[in-house]
């Protein structure tokens, strides 16, 4: 049957679309963080009537088919699973020009073109799209999983700038355009939505518009040492309600995890004499109407006005006009790898509960499971924290099935105690799919299922929503 | 069978939330707009359970039920029809004080509380809910409609704001929480969006948690008088790149629209010496970071830039700290109903087509109805446009049918020429289902149904959308 539909695919697609020799198809096995799975074959359409005809193909064949955009998820949404029946859908081929309308700050993009290459092109109007990320994933992938990312706080997410999404269903029917160009449409059920961070399980998006925003002229960065993490919920409660919007970005790091960026990034320098109890990265952006200097010199006042009352929890102070506060934070991830295995744990709660949380799941952790160092760091200024851990090298390898001891753990303790989500902004795969199933609700789940039945007659991608 | 309903429903949920004497029924069969329907029965349950009781014994006896809010909705969704036996669902008892979480920037609010009781509670901690709307209308209602309104620009609709709802299905299953708190929760299908803007017709919702934004310390609004209305769009890119996210509205009101609002609204003063072919409504709005003197000098040197150009478009600009400018465009509405019949179009295109439309449509409509005035105006920073016309008061009764001939005539251009909407903020109701069914693609409408029967299992609401 599989030689069968690899022989159909070729003659409808043309041989060069379909990979299956085994040194071609790797690549399309592994993401950023899986060990990944096996691919009957690779199919990379060059249009969404590509995309249709293998989906149709496909489902003929009885195969089930995993559309795939640029493997920088973290969740294995897009990886084959390891029976090796499965047709990974590449949209990587469906990258042509993104279509800038700078008046109406629009982006019409094809699903395989990268989050760069649109930012390329929309930088040319003096437009980007906000989302602002550490990897460079498509768009169609950033559709699927519904990415957050470090301006959460201003912008939102994928979900709250797109405008409109062109869809292939499972079964191969459509293309189907659901929504538009427009930032405003109001006129029946808004469909789009279910199929964005959907995690490529209800159709296969091909394409978007997206709605851009200007770029900002000008950015400062300050990083604020705290003498006690609480104070941190504070400290964005005034900000917010001084700088409004031009608040752009409130990231928070714990005293393990600037430990380990400083101690295992060379390139890093720590702008203070220790390394604080917890600190917090701001960014103000704003048109030309302000200067740097102006932002500059506001979010300085504001901070010193803190610093100087009694018992101030602001410690320290270190501005920047680049991206050196910037590489600190992005640096966490590696620094953390370098130091031993991590276990991540992308989770939210309401703003005000994100500290408290915090102390009590390390509390938590460093009870059961001793050798483990609680190194969180994250988008505390949207309620959402990346409570990642670090099981040292020193202490050798991880005991069998400790990760998901651990995660089972945290998830349970944010979705129970405080009711927070399992998943902040990195989407159901497989590699969540079983916090899912323990964390929602038996009748979510329930109409969750008869919608993407629904939507899905046939079997789509790696997640059961049911 | 509806004495039997009235008297089940009065021993479930106590007699005082049952009306049926017509007296008591009439001021639930009216909205802002419409001539209004006749009601079985009202029915106001006091919280969820009393909602899905009210389902549970209507769908028993076959009766359908209309949810209701305040009756400001402008496309009769809320309103029973002509025939007399359906039921109102009112929530206007489910209005409890909202809760306010000041660190997370949220309201939980209870379906019957109006956005006036909201932003009063929310003002207390220096919040607002950013849906600015000229009516008052309950929180169900503004979900159910998705409302826009006049700061859309800056903080999108109704649907980029809700964070969580409870929902009670039409068969009176539930109530199930959808969403939460959480700024950030990205743990599988969004289905709460299938309730918002779906006009009452998927489900009732009883409650919602809305994300706020803080108050503008400072604010200061200009009004722009054009001698050609195709420059507004140049103003508003250039406005856009030059102040952000300071941006909050960006209003357009013809020439006709200004004259009837100065020629019938006494309590307005026209700033300019004549009335202007195009005027816009420009607000900037801050946070305590600048002042109200720093916005409006930096706002009028912008303008003044704008106007020292050769040939500049912009005729002459009048500045205001207050409400002067914005009661010029919110009594827009009353001048045209003093001048005639209103034929009133909500529509909307990409922003870079706003201008041309209006002024292809307009030629249109004179070549074929000679005595409607076009006196559009609206939120065309956002690619908004109410495209309202006036039958003058001099010519007499408008010919029968006009009012459908007029709108189906210009929804028409707009989704076949323009790729536009025939409803950018009202939603869909029984005064818009024709254009409803006409205009969007029966694969689209075939979904739309499916999920709709999926969702309601028991009619509910007055809009089919299959």
Redesign the interface.
């Known amino acids: 049957v599989s030689g069968d539909l690899i022989e159909a695919l070729r003659k409808a697609l043309g041989a060069e679309a379909v990979l299956d020799a085994r040194e071609d198809v790797a690549r399309f096995e592994q993401d950023g963080r899986q060990a990944g799975g096996r691919a009957l074959a690779v199919v990379r359409p060059q249009d969404a009537e590509g995309v249709a005809a293998t989906l149709r193909l496909a489902a003929q064949a009885g195969v089930t088919v995993t559309p795939q955009g640029a493997r920088t998820g973290l969740v294995a949404a897009g990886l084959p699973d390891d029976a090796g029946g499965m047709l990974v859908l590449s949209l990587e081929r469906m990258n042509r020009a993104p279509a800038i309308?700078?008046?109406?700050?629009?982006a019409e993009v094809e699903a395989g073109v990268l989050l760069s290459q649109l930012n390329a092109a929309a930088a040319e109007h003096?437009l980007h799209f906000p989302i602002d990320l550490g990897a460079d994933p498509s768009v169609g992938g950033m559709v699927a999983?519904?990415t957050?990312g470090a301006r959460?706080l201003?912008f939102?997410?994928v979900?709250?700038n797109v405008l409109g999404l062109e869809v292939v269903a499972a079964d191969g029917?459509?293309p189907?355009?659901?929504g538009?160009?427009?930032?405003?449409?109001?006129?029946?059920?808004?469909?789009k939505?279910?199929f964005?961070?959907?995690s490529g399980a209800?159709g296969v998006v091909t394409g978007a518009t997206l709605a851009l925003?200007?770029l900002?002229a000008s950015s400062v960065t300050a990083l604020a040492a705290l003498s006690d993490p609480m104070a941190a919920?504070d400290l964005?409660?005034v900000l917010?309600?001084?700088?409004?919007?031009?608040l752009t970005a409130f990231e928070g790091m714990s005293r393990n995890a600037l430990g380990h960026a400083f101690g295992h990034v060379a390139r890093l320098q720590n702008p203070f004499a220790d390394i604080p109890p917890y600190a917090v990265l701001i960014e103000l952006?704003?048109?030309?109407?302000?200067s740097t200097e102006a932002l500059e010199e506001?979010l300085g006042e504001a901070l010193a006005g803190l610093m100087e009352q009694d018992g101030s929890p602001v410690l320290d102070v270190a501005a920047d006009r680049g991206q050196r506060l910037w590489a600190i934070r992005h640096a966490v991830p590696e620094g953390l790898r370098a130091a031993g295995q991590v276990i991540a744990c992308d989770i939210?709660?309401?703003?005000?509960d994100v500290m408290r949380l915090r102390a009590e799941a390390a509390a938590d952790v460093a009870n059961r499971w001793p050798e483990l160092e609680v190194c969180d760091f994250g988008?505390i200024g949207?309620?959402?924290l990346h409570f990642n851990m670090v099981w040292p090298k020193a202490a050798g390898p991880a005991p069998a099935g400790l990760a998901e001891a651990v995660r089972g753990h945290v998830f349970a303790r944010t979705v129970e105690d405080f009711?927070?989500?399992?998943?902040?902004?990195?989407?159901?795969g497989p590699r969540?799919i079983e916090s899912?199933r323990r964390?929602?609700?038996p009748?979510?789940r329930r109409?969750?299922g008869?919608?993407?039945a629904?939507?899905a007659p046939v079997a789509l991608g790696r997640v059961d929503?049911g």
Chains 1, 2 share one sequence.
């Open positions: 309308d700078p008046v109406n700050r629009t003096g999983a519904n957050g959460f201003r939102g997410d979900r709250r029917a459509g189907m355009r659901l538009g160009a427009l930032w405003k449409n109001n006129a029946g059920l808004d469909l939505q279910l964005i961070g959907a209800t925003q200007p900002p919920l964005l409660t917010e309600a001084r700088f409004g919007a031009l952006s704003s048109g030309p109407v302000l506001a939210a709660v309401r703003r005000g988008h949207d309620g959402g009711d927070g989500s399992f998943s902040a902004e990195h989407g159901v969540n899912y964390h929602t609700p009748t979510v109409l969750a008869s919608m993407q629904l939507l929503f």
